[in-house]
């Protein structure tokens, strides 16, 4: 009996999981993940503090980010919705918590002023508060709070509950995760992706999605050439008390405190161009820790459960690399830097809808079903 080849992902972090787990959704009836690791707990994602916050990344010079980020965020909703019904409770419900940004001293009060007008300019739902004000929302913030800036409209996720679901989504829906199965090479003959090779073995593909986050340019046989490159952040994990509450993730030029319904509390994070170094080193932890206590003096108190370091995707512009590619049958999921957790449900879209459309091109399959949800 013939049997078709299996649409092939490469990397079962975040991108990888929701790609493969989207093209089931959608009717494609063979879906393999290769992971180098352990799928949903070797990338990034494990490690991030699963902000979901436009309105706070918006940047002078990327725009794009924001309006991305918003689009991306509005389909959270939908998405949290079908994955409760492919992994039952165990999907997250996203907190829309918003973020408060605080400034401490007077270079960092005319920082945020020009940020909150930037912002005010663009049309970005933002309110400008004092120290008292963000007080009142938040007992617990250190009198060195001079003003803030609160963005009522973002939000944040538990990200390791949602790698985790998509995980259990996937194989529920029938995919098949290759674990401890990093992928060296894509082979590509005559201009087409044909197939992946792990140790020496060649695995045949109808499509191959290249996911693998900061790993994705040691992908070898790739052409061109993937740079993107890896932006190490570590993060300290602290346990949570009932004298050490916050409502939302707070963030200051320096640090951002991020409180997860699983009682851990994230101070991250440092941006280091260090290459693969995955070790967590004093200094940065040091200074994170100090920082934090300088908004947040109850901290002090606080179990360090975690020290975590992991790589931001990221490529020279700091924009993504998703969807279509120049090679027939390879698709692109990757170099979302600091912002894949926000951005997973709009690059899942993007790349699932390009792979379906081609499929429908190649097999002149009329779908009555419309666009990828
Ligand atoms: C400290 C920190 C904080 C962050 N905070 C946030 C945040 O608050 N909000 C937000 O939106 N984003 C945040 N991010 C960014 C976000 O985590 C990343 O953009 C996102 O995880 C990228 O997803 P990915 O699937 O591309 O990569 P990853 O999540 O890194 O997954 C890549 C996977 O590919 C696997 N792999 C690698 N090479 C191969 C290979 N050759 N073959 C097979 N598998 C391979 C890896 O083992 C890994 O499992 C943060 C990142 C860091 C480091």
């Excluded at 965020?73 to 918003?98: S, T, W």
């Amino acid at each position: 009996m013939h049997r078709s080849k299996p649409h092939i992902v490469v990397g079962g972090g975040i991108m990888g999981l929701a790609v493969g787990w989207k093209l089931l959704r959608n009717g494609i009836e063979q879906v393999e993940i290769f992971e180098a690791g352990e799928a949903g707990r070797s990338g990034a994602a494990w490690v991030a503090g699963g902000m979901l916050c436009p309105r706070a990344e918006a940047g002078f010079e990327d725009m794009d980010v924001y309006e991305e980020g918003v689009e991306s965020l509005n389909l959270y909703p939908l998405l949290l919705n079908e994955l409760r019904e492919d992994a039952g409770d165990v999907a997250p419900a996203i907190d829309n918590c918003g973020t408060m940004m605080l400034a401490t001293n007077a270079d960092e009060v005319r920082e945020l002023h020009r940020q909150f007008e930037f912002r005010k300019r663009e049309g970005v739902p933002v309110e400008l508060i004092t120290g008292e004000e963000a007080r009142e929302r938040e007992p617990l913030l250190s009198a060195k709070v001079k003003s803030a800036m609160w963005l009522a409209k973002d939000a944040q996720i538990n990200n390791r509950k949602l790698v985790l679901a998509l995980r259990q989504a996937f194989r529920n829906r029938g995919g098949t995760l290759h674990e401890q199965e990093p992928v060296s090479e894509i082979v590509i003959r005559n201009g087409r992706a044909v197939a992946v090779l792990c140790g020496d073995v060649e695995h045949e593909a109808s499509s191959i999605t290249v996911a693998a986050g900061a790993w994705s340019s040691k992908v070898g046989g790739l052409w061109p050439n993937l740079s993107i490159r890896p932006v190490k952040g570590q993060v300290i994990g602290l346990r949570i008390q009932p004298f050490a509450k916050l409502k939302q993730p707070i963030r200051t030029p320096r640090v951002y405190i991020v409180p997860k319904d699983d009682g851990r509390l994230l101070v991250g994070a440092t941006s280091e161009e260090v290459g693969y170094d995955k070790r967590v080193t004093a200094g940065p932890v040091m200074e994170l820790l100090h920082y934090a206590w300088d908004v947040f003096p109850a901290v002090f108190e606080l179990e360090i459960e975690e020290l975590m370091a992991s790589f931001r995707p990221a490529t020279k512009d700091h924009r993504p690399i998703v969807g279509d590619s120049e090679t027939n049958g390879l698709y692109y999921a990757t170099g979302h830097y600091r912002h894949g957790i926000l951005m997973m449900p709009l690059a899942a879209k993007k790349v699932t809808e390009a792979i379906l459309k081609h499929r429908h091109t190649q097999t002149h399959f009329v779908s009555t079903a419309g666009a990828v949800l």
